[in-house]
């Protein structure tokens, strides 16, 4: 069995003083040295258990709303915190904004042309890098999207349920298809988060999420 420590922002912001919030996300040489500084840090401290690195590479990401991409192009305003990742500020859609959701002009969509911006950026200071988003999972997109209502929505309203989840598996589909054109190194693979699963039972999840999480499978396991 392999394990995995993950140290949270917190942690870093606590013990070295990290400071994340808009700086760490939107300055990516910023970003990068301090992931690297943590890598040293993490090898002096904890390097007998075979974390960290003394000598790190550069590791570019271009993640600028943590792992809240997909509420962010769907509209949420984007929080950022010196001790912790960012955070989607719900939209609160009512049901007549969920009715009228399509998949967005993602060219044009925050934070689509920052992230090309930084992409640039990023390749000219390191060269060429694997570039990707943590697209999350439905539930992870759904919810910060249509708010507490979602979960509502699985008793009360389940057509709105459908349509939120099909609009955010369309949107990922069509997030990761743009990655793809457009950057000189695409995401490598992809996957499917399902860590806002835990919110539901095993029935709600075989009525609302397994028919897209197999469609977001098929179109990544062809890639």
Known sequence: MELNFVHTYN??????????????????????????????????????????NKDPKPAPHLEIVGHRYIPAVLGCKIKYFDNQPPWAEPANL????????????????????????LAEILEKKYGPFVAGQNLGGLLNGAIPVRGDQMLLDFYEKPHLAHKMMDVV??????????????????PAGGGVGNCNNVFI?????????????AELVEYFSQL
């Open 94 to 117: 009512t049901d007549d904004q969920v009715e009228k959701l399509e998949v967005p002009d993602l060219e044009n969509a925050y934070p689509t042309p920052e992230v090309m911006r």
């Open 11 to 52: 942690w870093w912001h606590t013990h070295y003083n990290f400071i994340f919030g808009e700086k760490y996300c939107m300055d990516p040489v910023y970003r990068t040295e301090l992931d690297m500084e943590a890598q040293r840090i993490l090898y002096d401290r904890y390097g007998d258990l075979g974390l960290g």
């Open 201 to 213: 039972s095993g029935e709600m999840y075989r009525a609302f999420n397994l028919k897209y999480d």
């Open 169 to 186: 598996k369309n949107t990922m589909i069509a997030t990761d298809k743009l990655f793809r054109k457009k950057l000189k190194i695409p």
